[in-house]
């Protein structure tokens, strides 16, 4: 485990770090990072999910020269979306520089970006046509800059921007650090490497040959958004004994297991910040049942060892086959049956191919269950609770108020509305998803989506009580 402090980073950027949760470097990151510094160019294949942008910003930030005022990096991107996010990252990490990092995209106004340029950022991240269109109207000039980085070129290439990439490099210094990330390696990336990098070295996660276990795996193509939604429905439909679910930060930790216990939930979080003993206190509730779902790190669940683990879910996906292969091995354990979920942005589809080479195992993708499915699974639960409390029950008190209502009403609308209580928790969870909302709709988003925004926040529905312990026994 490589922490930034080993990898030498200064102390502000640490900062910021910590502020966002991350616990170690990334594979891409930790072989990334110290090479960066030294000063060479760099060809490094990794994808989206693989902590690749903090793997470049990281380096610029230290080399950056606060005292100076002009634009000494740019990072140039396929879309207006990844340009946006990149800005953000590296903003994200340089909250304590006093250093500003600025977008640049297409669509956006002109005279706005003209005006944020006066203002002279240190780092500007941006989609190829319209940080060409900037340096022809001599409103970008980068003769200042120290460092390029080509993010995602391979889909630059692909998107027709060979060209244009051409010209923005020709108009940087000759002496500069150039840092170029794709995720495949084809000859036409090569042969840009060639003609404007200096001797760089490549750089990538080895697929170090690793096999998934005899646990069922799948996918589901999730949108960042929708990713909290889908899991409470997973959740509902999946109904697991006892589950894992793995996310990327500790913030996404503390932030996802509060969501959950606010949705009825019985949740925890484990991760780096706990001490020994608030960690003993979280794995014992799991040991004895009194919750069923531990959210956690990669680097907390490292030293766990629970037995009768049925579902690990990968609410984020994790940064290389090794950590993936990793997590499910939680689940399956002592001859039985494991399932392994992972959610996978649009984006980050490559990495589930990725790790399918490396761990040799196929992972099934799956559509993610409609409302209507949801809710059979939890009818079918209801009924299940209510056989087993029938067969479980001694009380004689309700029974002369059961033979009079049966008197008066119809014994199915009865055993309908007892069948829906009984559901009552599950069924109130039960939210749409923004990609299943229709258009035309006038009806209110949930609150629970409205606050929900990707890394930082859940809000859960708020709780209608908690999900009794004994629930699970009706599975
Ligand atoms: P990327 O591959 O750059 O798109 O990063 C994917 C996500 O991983 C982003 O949300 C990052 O903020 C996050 N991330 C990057 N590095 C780390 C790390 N070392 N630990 C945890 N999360 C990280």
């Not at 760089?200 to 958004?225: G, M, N, W």
């Not at 984020?316 to 399932?339: F, L, M, N, W």
């Not at 949930?446 to 606050?451: G, I, L, P, Q």
């Amino acid at each position: 485990m490589t922490t930034f402090h080993d990898m030498g980073i200064s102390e502000p950027i640490q900062r910021a770090i910590k502020d966002m949760g991350f616990e170690e470097a990334s594979p891409i990151q930790e072989k990334a990072i110290p090479i960066a510094l030294t000063g060479k160019d760099i060809i490094g294949q990794a994808q989206t999910g693989t902590g690749k942008t903090a793997a470049f910003s990281i380096p610029i930030l230290e080399k950056l020269d606060k005292s100076k005022k002009n634009v000494q990096a740019i990072a140039i991107a396929p879309t207006r979306e990844l340009a946006i996010q990149v800005s953000e990252e590296i903003n994200r990490l340089a909250k304590y520089m006093g250093i500003n990092s600025l977008p640049i995209y297409g669509g956006q106004s002109i005279d706005r970006q003209i005006k944020a340029l006066k203002k002279v950022p240190h780092i500007i991240t941006g989609t190829p046509g319209r940080l060409l269109d900037h340096i022809k109207r001599k409103t970008l000039r980068l003769d200042s800059i120290k460092m390029v980085v080509l993010d995602e070129a391979d889909e630059m290439l692909d998107m027709g921007f060979l060209e244009d990439i051409e010209r923005i490099l020709k108009e940087t210094p000759e002496e500069k650090q150039t840092l170029l990330f794709s995720a495949t390696m084809p000859k036409p990336i090569q042969n840009l490497a060639e003609r404007f990098m200096n001797a760089p070295e490549l750089v990538k996660i080895k697929a170090k040959e690793v096999t998934a276990p005899s646990v069922k795996q799948v996918y589901y193509e999730v949108k960042e958004r929708d990713k909290f939604e889908v899991l409470c429905r997973l959740l509902d439909v999946d109904n697991p004994e006892l589950a894992v679910i793995f996310g990327r930060t500790k913030r996404r930790v503390d932030e996802l297991s509060d969501a959950l216990n606010k949705r009825g939930y019985l949740a925890d979080g484990l991760h780096g910040d706990l001490n020994q003993r608030q960690r003993d206190v979280v794995m014992n509730k799991f040991r004895e049942g009194n919750i069923d779902i531990l959210v956690a790190t990669d680097v907390a669940a490292r030293g766990i060892d629970v037995s009768g683990v049925t579902h690990v879910y990968n609410f984020d996906i994790p940064q290389d086959p090794e950590s993936y292969v990793h997590r499910i091995g939680r689940t399956g354990r002592a001859g039985k049956t494991g399932q392994a979920i992972t959610f996978a942005t649009p984006r980050e589809i490559g990495q589930i191919h990725s790790i399918e080479k490396a761990s040799k195992g196929k992972i099934q993708r799956k559509s993610i269950p409609t409302v209507a499915e949801a809710m059979e699974s939890i009818q079918r639960a209801a009924v299940e609770k209510m056989i087993q409390l029938v067969e479980e029950d001694q009380d004689t008190r309700f029974k002369q108020a059961a033979s009079e209502l049966l008197d008066q009403y119809d014994s199915t609308a009865l055993v309908s509305i007892a069948l829906k209580l009984l559901s009552k928790d599950q069924r109130d969870g039960l939210v749409q998803l923004t990609s299943e909302t229709p258009r035309y709709s006038k009806k209110p988003k949930e609150k629970s989506m409205r606050n929900y925004k990707g890394n930082r926040e859940f809000v859960g529905k708020g709780a209608s009580g908690k999900r009794k312990k004994t629930s699970r026994s009706y599975r």
